[in-house]
């Protein structure tokens, strides 16, 4: 491990594994503000502590099994796929926000169950992403997850402020979903063989594609959505012009 902290491969993909965890963890934010918003002052600093340390700890160990399922044949394949899906989905506009099912506790252990559930729930992005971008390292994984958790928690409205007014963050956020998809096919144990001769520089052809696949269709079909939805706004005012 020492010798790795001083690969400049190590710290990108640290870089990226942080930046997943900031864009697709700004919910679990939310999840832990309302988890403990009915909890006794003197009680919410410890419920939101033991809640993000158990969800660190439940995430650790879906992304161990994660990156042992992704060395199955055909499985990064398949999480590609899936975080193509979840680049695009990013660039969506958001019809709600999703948290109204999220219950506050009145006692300590009841807020800290709901973090560690509600975390273990809305992660399979956040574990899908993070494995693809460790690369099987799992050390690597943990550095950068002790490394955004703070951020997300404590750092979170300033993250969001940040979305909300620059949308080039979420576009940049998106397109390296994308990079890391497009990577991870050439990583696929199915596929390798069949790039043993092919040039070096072929899987950053390959996730640049990603990238642009994911950024050119998001926002196409975000431009398409909100297209569909201003005629509604449209027709009752075309409507009374009629009848006057």
Known sequence: ?????????????????????????????????????????????????????????LRVVLIFFALQLLALPFLKVVGALLLLWIG?????????????????????????????????VMSLDNVIAVAGAAKGNLGMVVFGIVISIPIIVWGSKFVLKLMDRFPIVITFGAALLGWIAGDMVTGDVVVKPYLADAPSWLHYVNAAVGATFVVVTGKFLASRKTAAAAPLHEIPLAANKDHS
């Open 1 to 57: 491990m020492p010798e790795i902290l001083f690969e400049s491969t190590f710290w990108l993909s640290v870089l990226q594994i942080i930046a997943i965890d900031i864009l697709l963890g700004g919910d679990n934010a939310v999840v832990i503000a309302l988890a403990c918003r009915k909890l006794p002052e003197e009680q919410r600093r410890r419920g939101i502590f033991w809640g993000v340390a158990g969800a660190i700890g």
């Open 88 to 120: 695009i989905k990013l660039l969506q506009p958001e019809d709600d926000d999703g948290h109204g099912n999220i219950e506050g506790s009145t006692h300590l252990w009841g807020a800290i169950k709901t973090i560690i559930i509600a975390d273990a």
